[in-house]
């Protein structure tokens, strides 16, 4: 048993507690032969520091460990590839993570990492890694101080892979809106419906249908502004009117 094992186990401890008993912040003790922090073995005393140190909030908590995991493994390249995991909302395969961290990425340090935090990650049948709960990912993102220019590199990989990556067909627009780009949406958009590629445009619809739900349609309103008037490309109000709303009417339905 490890210190950060213990770490792991309150971890998972405290996010048994808040999802089961809703409890925001769960108590977290450390089973040991006295109250003093220099009392009990290695094992215990690290992992009481790890414990004391450890922030409160169970997002902040996650990322934590992931921190604490990665020094353990030693590789610099474990920190970025967990950033790029985190801002793909349904996560990465590793040849994406290849593309992205270029010549810094480890293939045997990443299945080492993954291997000794199995419990916080899943593999999607489609190959993809994944975090096992949202707290990690969401306490990843948190601390994020450019999730602009994340997004942007995620929209390069994601435009540079074949159109018919149906990865790429699920991914792309997410990123396009949380990149801002919304000459390539546009661009995009009249692409996959001049050529009637009906799985893109279903993956469309749905992105842009969640996103609007997050945002309260805000990025979507600026789109439409910055169109114009003058604009007469008519594939943009299509989509929204036919493939948009049909998003809207069966979440409606449900």
């Known amino acids: 048993v490890q210190p950060d094992f213990l770490l792991q186990f309150a971890t998972m401890g ?15 003790g450390l089973l040991n032969n006295g109250s003093e922090e220099h009392k009990g073995t290695p094992l215990q005393t690290e992992a009481y520091q790890l414990l004391k140190s450890c922030p409160d909030t169970l997002e ?11 020094e353990r493994i030693g590789s610099a390249m474990v920190p970025q590839a967990l950033t790029y995991l985190a801002f793909a909302p349904h996560g990465l395969r590793v040849t994406d993570l290849s593309a992205l961290l270029g010549n ?6 990443f299945a080492h990492f993954i291997s000794y935090m199995n419990d916080c990650f899943v593999i999607r049948t489609d190959g993809r890694y994944d975090f096992s709960h949202k707290s990690i ?3 990843l993102l948190l601390r994020s101080e450019t999730p602009e220019a994340v997004h942007r590199k995620l929209l390069v990989h994601f435009r540079s892979l074949d159109p018919e990556d149906d990865i790429r067909r699920q991914e792309i627009l997410y990123h396009c809106i949380y990149a801002d780009d919304k ?3 546009t661009g995009y958009i009249r692409e996959i419906i001049e050529k009637k590629i009906d799985t893109a445009i279903h993956h469309a619809a749905k992105v842009t249908y969640a996103t609007s739900l997050l945002d309260e349609g805000k990025w979507l309103v600026s789109l439409l502004e910055s169109t114009g008037e003058e604009d007469s490309d008519w594939h943009l109000p299509f989509f929204i009117y036919k493939h948009y709303d049909r998003q809207t009417a069966s979440r409606s339905e449900e």
């Open 183 to 185: 000459a390539f949406f």
């Open 137 to 139: 990912r969401e306490g």
């Open 104 to 109: 810094t990425f480890n293939t045997l340090d």
């Open 14 to 28: 405290s996010a048994y507690m808040k999802a089961l008993y809703g409890l925001e912040k769960p108590r977290v």
């Open 60 to 70: 902040a908590m996650s990322a934590e460990l992931m921190d604490t995991a990665a």
